[in-house]
């Protein structure tokens, strides 16, 4: 299943993006519609970078890092987050998957030349130690999960969703952030009906006590394979990025004095 966005919606989310106060080099869709299980219900999430002019970089006061907004019109309910050029590139030399997640989203809301370069130069930025950002993240979510009563199946999905996505990254070097996509490989039945579950409503959202066992076993097992692909990566160590990210920097500055 690829989830598709509505020409209105994208109609509306180009607009909101086009009256950013800082120029952009993208902005993506991520969250639920990119990891492929959407409620009705879901908001959208916009992620992206913004350029700040140089006058808001080497002053005495200078312009946000990020900008963060949360807004409802027309039905239609956004969150909204963006980091400047410099905190942005400095975040993909960090093992961070959600920049990268947001970086090579499908989900193309607005982009640039200088976001078809950042694809490229983002490949030399994913190292084997991009798997502890997927390693912490399941154990928050299973946390997560594993706290409530009644059990949602939201958080459970997200466990499942970041281990696939890490084992597929240490595996392959590709960033793919769509659990539907990403069971396609693993062939999880379980996961095809939490996934049903998820995009019918509220109503199906939660889970009975009786499957917790069941799904403690498979993320102790999913977790297992995590660490067993990240051993047998053939990542780098460490990116190799940075002079690329730099040049692009000081050229993305220099149009926005």
């Known amino acids: 299943m ?16 086009a009256r950013h106060a800082y120029p952009l080099v993208f902005a993506t869709i991520s969250g639920a519609h990119l990891y492929g299980f959407p409620s009705p219900d879901s908001d959208y999430d916009l992620r992206g970078s913004h350029v700040l002019p140089v006058c808001q970089v080497v002053g005495l006061d200078t312009g946000p890092e990020t900008i963060e907004s949360s807004t409802s019109e027309g039905g239609l309910e956004t969150d909204l987050v963006t980091h ?19 970086l090579y989203s499908p989900l193309v809301v607005q982009t640039t030349s200088a976001h078809e370069e950042l694809r490229t130069i983002g490949r030399a930025c994913i190292t084997r130690h991009h798997s502890h950002h997927y390693f912490g993240f399941a154990e928050t979510q299973w946390s997560l999960f594993d706290k409530e009563q009644p059990r949602r199946v939201k958080p459970l999905l997200y466990v499942y969703r970041v281990l696939l996505t890490g084992i597929h990254l240490m595996r392959t070097g590709e960033v793919e952030a769509n659990l539907v996509h990403l069971n396609a490989e693993s062939h999880l039945s379980y996961v095809d009906d939490l996934i049903a579950r998820k995009l019918s409503g509220p109503e199906n959202s ?30 780098p160590e460490a990116p190799t990025a940075r002079p690329a990210l730099n040049d692009l920097l000081v050229r993305l500055r220099m149009r926005n004095p």
Request: no cysteine.
């Open 2 to 17: 690829t989830v598709t966005i509505s020409s209105d919606v994208q109609q509306h989310l180009r607009e909101k993006m």
């Open 84 to 102: 400047d050029v410099r905190k942005f590139f400095n975040l993909m030399l960090k093992k961070n998957g959600y920049v990268l997640e947001q």
């Open 206 to 235: 939660t889970l009975d006590d009786s499957a917790v066992s069941f799904h403690r076993r498979e993320y102790e097992r999913l977790v297992a394979e995590l660490k067993a692909a990240t051993l047998a990566s053939h990542l």
